[in-house]
C-alpha cells in the first residue's frame, strides 16, 4: 500500500483542500498504520507544553560558558605540550649539530663550504645532462612521436583539470 502522500499530509502541518482531506480520510479508515500517525500526531499537538525551571537560560548560559573556558584551557594546554615537545625534539636531534659548531667552527665551515660545492657542482652537471638530452633527443625521435607524445600529454593535463573541476563542484553537506 502506498503511503507517501498521506504521510506527507498528516506530518506537514499545511492546510488540505477538500479533495486531499477526502482522500485522507479514506485511507485512515483502511490503513492502521496511518491512522496510528495520524493519532500520535494529534496526542503530541494537544500535549501541554511545559515551561523549564526557573533560572533555566542561566544556569545554560553558565554551563555553556564554562565549558567554553574549560576548552579554551584544554588547547592552550595542548598547545603548549606540543611546542614543548617540538622544541625538545628539535633540541634533541641538532644537539650534535651544535655540540660540533661549538668544538670546532673551522671545521664546520669548511664542512659547509663542501656541501655548498658539491651541490653546485651537481647543479652544473645535471644541467649539462639535460642540456645534452634536448639536443639528441629531437634527432632520436621522428616528429610524428613528438606529435604523439604532446598529444598525449596535452589530454592527460586536460583530463585531470577536467577531474579538478568535477571534484571541485561536488555539493557538500546535506542535501535537501
Known amino acids: 500500500m502506498n503511503h507517501q502522500p498521506f504521510e506527507t499530509w498528516l506530518l506537514d502541518d499545511k492546510a488540505l483542500n477538500l479533495t486531499e482531506k477526502r482522500e485522507l480520510d479514506s485511507h485512515l479508515r483502511e490503513c492502521k498504520t496511518c491512522s496510528a500517525l495520524a493519532e500520535t500526531g494529534l496526542a503530541l499537538r494537544s500535549a501541554r507544553v511545559v515551561s523549564p525551571a526557573r533560572g533555566f537560560a542561566m544556569r545554560f548560559q553558565q554551563k555553556l560558558a564554562a565549558q567554553k573556558l574549560a576548552e579554551q584551557r584544554r588547547r592552550l594546554w595542548g598547545l603548549i605540550v606540543l611546542v614543548v615537545s617540538g622544541v625538545g625534539l628539535l633540541g634533541w636531534l641538532l644537539a650534535p649539530v651544535l655540540i660540533s659548531i661549538a668544538n670546532s667552527p673551522v671545521e664546520w ?3 659547509a663550504a663542501g656541501i655548498f660545492l658539491f651541490v653546485f657542482t651537481s647543479l652544473q652537471a645535471f644541467g649539462e645532462i639535460v642540456s645534452v638530452m634536448l639536443r639528441v ?29 568535477r ?10
Do not use: E, H, K, T
Open 109 to 111: 665551515l669548511v664542512s
Open 137 to 165: 633527443l629531437p634527432d632520436f625521435l621522428p616528429p610524428y612521436m613528438w606529435m604523439v607524445i604532446l598529444s598525449g600529454l596535452a589530454g592527460m593535463g586536460l583530463l585531470w583539470a577536467v577531474s579538478i573541476w
Open 167 to 176: 571534484l571541485s563542484r561536488r555539493l557538500q553537506g546535506v542535501p535537501a
